[in-house]
């Protein structure tokens, strides 16, 4: 099967991807499995809370632009990569906990690699929109999608500190998850940044290379 990518000029609707069709019933397979099965259900709602929004709003905004095959199976795959820590409340991830004993770090580093991953894996998505709906410039196409995962990566800090102040102590700090680091919302924020930055790089050169291969 052959993936659309941003510069793809067809795409198949929502009802009629076959790919997409099955991305939404894994997702939905391993989000009921939580549900009955994560360790903390509380936290594990407002885990999903902006989950579900941002699902609707992909939902509702499909006849506005359909996003490639490429972009939607990077958004399955962070939204996985999000479901795994809120299952374990993050603190208590099995990868991120056999990562910790494995180098001998002094915190579970799963949270880390999922805001680094939501620059990694978004920016994609951010760039198609950006290049193809609002008709962003070439070079803006490429330092926009950083600064938007910059942008979002804020702003989820301020819902975590949001959310820490209108629950109990114990949720908030589960849910926020810094883990006894005073810099935990500038690593985060960093991280994702950093990770857009890389994706942005391995698609340019993906690019490049594309176009050295065209007769």
Not at 22 to 28: C, G, K, Q, R
Not at 183 to 188: I, L
Request: hydrophobic share 50%.
């Amino acid at each position: 099967m052959n993936l659309t990518t941003a510069r793809s000029a067809d795409r198949t609707p929502l009802t009629r991807n076959k790919l997409t069709l099955l991305l939404t019933a894994l997702l939905l397979i391993y989000w009921i499995y939580g549900w009955f099965n994560c360790i903390d259900l509380q936290d594990w709602i407002i885990e999903n809370l902006l989950v579900v929004i941002c699902l609707a709003i992909l939902v509702v905004s499909r006849k506005w632009h359909r996003l490639s095959d490429l972009s939607y199976l990077c958004i399955f795959l962070f939204i996985m990569l999000h479901l795994y820590g809120a299952f374990y409340a993050y603190t208590q991830n099995a990868l991120g906990g056999w990562l910790q004993n494995r180098f001998n770090l002094w915190r579970n580093p799963y949270d880390r690699i999922v805001h680094f991953s939501f620059g990694l894996l978004m920016a994609y998505p951010f760039r198609e929109i950006l290049i193809n709906r609002f008709k962003v410039s070439a070079r803006a196409s490429w330092l926009l999608p950083v600064e938007v995962a910059f942008s979002l990566g804020t702003i989820f800090e301020l819902i975590e500190w949001g959310v820490s102040v209108v629950t109990t102590k114990e949720t908030g700090e589960t849910y926020v998850a810094t883990q006894g680091d005073v810099w935990d919302a500038h690593k985060d924020i960093a991280l994702a940044a950093s990770g857009a930055a890389v994706c942005m790089l391995i698609t340019f050169i993906g690019q490049r290379i594309r176009n050295s291969q065209r007769p």
